[in-house]
């Protein structure tokens, strides 16, 4: 199978200051990867290099193998920056998911706004559809940038920490439509619970500093010390525990 | 010549209203959905310093202000964006500075010193042929540039960090908006004064903003809100004598104040409608 994206002998960071040494992955269509790695290993720096957004100080990204374009990737951020009070509605939003092909014009077309509604429904938000973000819940507004990043139908599905503000009703849901979505297009994930995620993911990702490609769906202490990859201490709840495997 | 002259002014302040109506229906809409309004309040007060400069070198006062209030508004974006300073801080001083150097050179402008009023309250007698002109021109420009890069202003507003993943034009948009922005509340000091211009282009789009959130419908509707507010206030003015700029604003506060109390009405029918509904 032909990879979707590969990456060799990158190096990037901002400033000056290197983030990320001499990363090296291959990306498959039917990949879903768990990102995983302490604070500032550079985990989301390695989305934004592959969205274009942080440019590699050295080596090389090479999307030609599986003709990935960058109008495939779908992007959902770690803390979407939208300001909830701005007047636009949940289709305005999603719409946005589709302006990478749109050129400065941007006319939304009534098949457009046709594909909003339906991504919309698929995930659950159909009665929101013109509502403004202020009266949406946390985990509505995430459901809502999930549904702005697969509108354009990506090859390739950037996420970064995507169950943040989602109440842990919804999140083996929101995780189940992730794998629905994985038949269609590949999957890197951030997240820092690896335990959750675990169940879904077909691999891992180590991130720090460097990357470690684990080809399992699970993972273990001794894994990550030998890729040098300390997980820290998360809560949940009022527990602090460590997150690794199923818990 | 009485009725040419009443003729020719019922003109120039229906078409000052009309402009300035549309300035305050898609700049308003933009400064208040972003939370610029202090910005654009900066903006207004560096401009009286290029008032002062166009004074004292003899050239059209709304020449030095325009100039003054697109490198103020390109200036306070670059600043906070390059993130060398805050916002709030580079706002304050342009704010201040403008003033103070409007005052010295006014001081300094040998002869006669010019009537400020007009410039600080704005005064539909001030506003010349030439004015309107340029309201009409920057009127134009404003709805071409709404109308055509109406998404991508909505998005890079909203979200600017996502629209740099689908357009490398985030920067050029940005300095655009705000350099318009600051031009056409250049353009409008003559009408409604350097002082009460943040209140045409904060109050409608407020009063719609409490009845849609949608920003189309908030730029139509302030629009609209304006148009009526500066037309009342033109004829009150007019017939009172009081400054029009101060009485546009007492009469859009009116609107504002009205348009309250009938959200508040129309909230109180939905929740009887509601708790009826829920009895049965």
Known sequence: MKSLLKLSDLDAGYDGSVVLRNISLDVYPDDFIGIIGPNGGGKTTLLRVILGLVKPLSGRIDFSSGNLRMSEIGYLP????????FPVTVEDVVLSGLMINKGVFGRMTHADKRRAREVINDLGLGNTIGQPLNELSGGQLQRVYLARAIIGSPRLLLLDEPANFVDPTFEADFYEKLKVLNQRM?????????????????SFACVNGTIHYHPHDKITDEDLRAYG????????GDVPHVVLKKH | MGSLFEYTFVVKSLLGALFASITAGIVGTYIVSRRMVFLSGGITHASFGGIGLGYYLGVN???GAALFGLSSALGIEYLSDKGRMREDSAIGILWAFGMAVGIIFIYLTPGYAPNLMGYLFGSILTVTWGDIIILGIMSVVLIFYTILFYRLILYI???ESYARTFTNRVGLFKYLSVGLTGLAIVFNIRMAGVILIISLLTIPANIVSLFTRKYSRIIIWSFVISFIGISTGFAFSWVTGLPTGAVIVFVLVIFWLLSHLMRALLRRGASKNTSSVTLK
Request: hydrophobic letters at 45%; a negative charge; glycine letters at 6%.
């Open chain 1, 78 to 85: 770690q803390i979407a920056q939208g300001d909830t009070l």
């Open chain 2, 61 to 63: 006062p709304v020449a």
């Open chain 1, 229 to 236: 990859c300390p997980i820290q201490l998360v809560t949940h």
């Open chain 1, 186 to 202: 590949a999957i890197m994930m951030v997240s820092h619970d690896v335990g959750t995620i675990s169940s879904y993911v077909k």
């Open chain 2, 157 to 159: 507003s909203f979200d």
